[in-house]
T-cell receptor
C-alpha cells in the first residue's frame, strides 16, 4: 500500500500571501489530521477531517482552515501568512472513524515564510 | 486536558548500550499511548502503541515500552543501541474519544556514540 503523500514538499512564501497544502491519505483511510511542527512549539494538532467533515480542531486562529474531498484527499489553507507560520506541516491518516488511533504520517511540507 | 512530558531533550548512549527514553503523561481518561520516531527531513513513523491489554508493548526495530498506570509513565527502551537509532523520538497520548487529536511531548533527540 502506498503511504501518505503530501505536496509540495517545500514551499517558500511571502508574508501576507496565502498557501494551500495537499495530502493524500493511505487508500481506504477516511480520517485525515493535520499537525504543525516548529522548533519552539513542537508538534501541535491543527484539525481532523472525516468523511468531508471537520470533526476536531486545535487551538489555531481562523487563518488556518482545511477541507476534505469525497476521495478523502485533504487540503489545508493558511491565509495572510505570518513569519511564525514557518513550520513543517504534517498530515496523518487513520483507518478508524474519527479516532486518532494509529495514525500514519506523511513526509510533511516545509513552509518558509519570508 | 492531556499533556506529555519527555524527560531529557537530548539523550546520548554508546552503541550497544541500553536505550531508555522517558515519557510521563497526564490524562483524565484512560489513554492511548504512542511512540513515534522522526528521522531528519521525514515524517513520523509509529514505533509502538498501547491501547488495551498487555502493558508491555513491543514495537519495531527492537523497541518496547511499558505502560505503568500508577506512575503515569510509558518509557521506551531498547536493550542494545544501534547507530541507525539516532533520531528524534516523540511520545504521544490521545484520549479514547479522539476529541483533540494526538498530544505530543517535546521530543527527545537520541544520540548514539560509536
Amino acid at each position: 500500500k502506498a503511504g501518505v503523500t503530501q505536496t509540495p514538499r517545500y514551499l517558500i512564501k511571502t508574508r501576507g500571501q496565502q498557501v494551500t497544502l495537499s495530502c493524500s491519505p493511505i487508500s481506504g483511510h477516511r480520517s485525515v489530521s493535520w499537525y504543525q511542527q516548529t522548533p519552539g512549539q513542537g508538534l501541535q494538532f491543527l484539525f481532523e477531517y472525516f468523511s468531508e467533515t471537520q470533526r476536531n480542531k486545535g487551538n489555531f486562529p481562523g487563518r488556518f482552515s482545511g477541507r476534505q474531498f469525497s476521495n478523502s484527499r485533504s487540503e489545508m489553507n493558511v491565509s495572510t501568512l505570518e513569519l511564525g507560520d514557518s513550520a513543517l506541516y504534517l498530515c496523518a491518516s487513520s483507518g478508524l472513524a474519527g479516532n486518532p488511533y494509529e495514525q500514519y504520517f506523511g513526509p510533511g511540507t516545509r513552509l518558509t515564510v519570508t | 486536558a492531556q499533556s506529555v512530558t519527555q524527560l531529557g531533550s537530548h539523550v546520548s548512549v554508546s552503541e550497544g548500550a541500553l536505550v531508555l527514553l522517558r515519557c510521563n503523561y497526564s490524562s483524565s481518561v484512560p489513554p492511548y499511548l504512542f511512540w513515534y520516531v522522526q528521522y531528519p527531513n521525514q515524517g513520523l513513523q509509529l514505533l509502538l502503541k498501547y491501547t488495551t491489554g498487555a502493558t508491555l508493548v513491543k514495537g519495531i526495530n527492537g523497541f518496547e515500552a511499558e505502560f505503568k498506570k500508577s506512575e503515569t509513565s510509558f518509557h521506551l527502551t531498547k536493550p542494545s543501541a544501534h547507530m541507525s537509532d539516532a533520531a528524534e523520538y516523540f511520545c504521544a497520548v490521545s484520549d479514547r474519544g479522539g476529541a483533540d487529536g494526538l498530544t505530543f511531548g517535546k521530543g527527545t533527540h537520541l544520540i548514539i556514540q560509536p
